[in-house]
């Protein structure tokens, strides 16, 4: 199975980068890991906010391939412990799913398009985090989900 990281913008901060870095290195013996970060759309001051989801909305689909499986990271989605997010992953890989695409939106979230589409939401938290910090989250999470896997004593419970 492969896992991709989508996300509309880039990550600006040198340090979350480092972070990204140091925990991608880790994956290849768990898993096929890729992160990409879209660009932000031109000219998006001069968009409303309904503009600016469904322009977003047609990158994140230009991404997506049929046969990919596509979950969306929104504060509404449901909630996972690490184990339970670590028990979830095993399910997609036991259900041959080959390729999870999770996905983080822009500013002002997904347009109705993504949602009625892709209706499958995860939540990191209820809090309300960066959308870059969100992404060094993310894959600290996917990481300690593998170690869980793996029997490994990154996790502690």
């Not at 480092?18 to 096929?32: A, S, V």
């Not at 890991?33 to 000219?43: G, H, Q």
């Not at 997506?64 to 399910?91: A, N, P, Q, R």
């Not at 995860?122 to 029997?151: D, N």
Request: aromatic fraction near 10%; charge should be neutral.
């Amino acid at each position: 199975m492969k896992i991709t990281l989508l996300s509309v913008g880039k990550t600006n901060s040198k340090e979350l980068l480092y972070l990204m870095e140091d925990l991608e290195k880790r994956l290849p013996p768990f898993i096929k890991f890729e992160r990409k970060e879209l660009p932000d759309v031109k000219n998006s001051k001069n968009l409303s906010e309904t503009e600016l989801k469904n322009a977003e909305a047609e990158h994140i689909l230009s991404h997506i391939t049929s046969g990919d499986t596509l979950i969306i990271l929104d504060e509404k989605g449901k909630e996972f412990s690490s184990t339970e997010f670590s028990s979830f992953l095993e399910k997609q890989m036991n259900n041959s799913v080959k390729h999870v695409v999770f996905c983080i939106g822009g500013a002002f979230g997904f347009s109705d398009r993504i949602y009625n589409l892709y209706p499958q939401k995860i939540a990191l938290s209820k809090m309300t985090f960066t959308h870059q910090m969100v992404r060094l989250f993310f894959i600290e999470q996917l990481y300690r989900a593998f170690s869980i896997l793996q029997g490994k004593p990154y996790h502690n419970e």
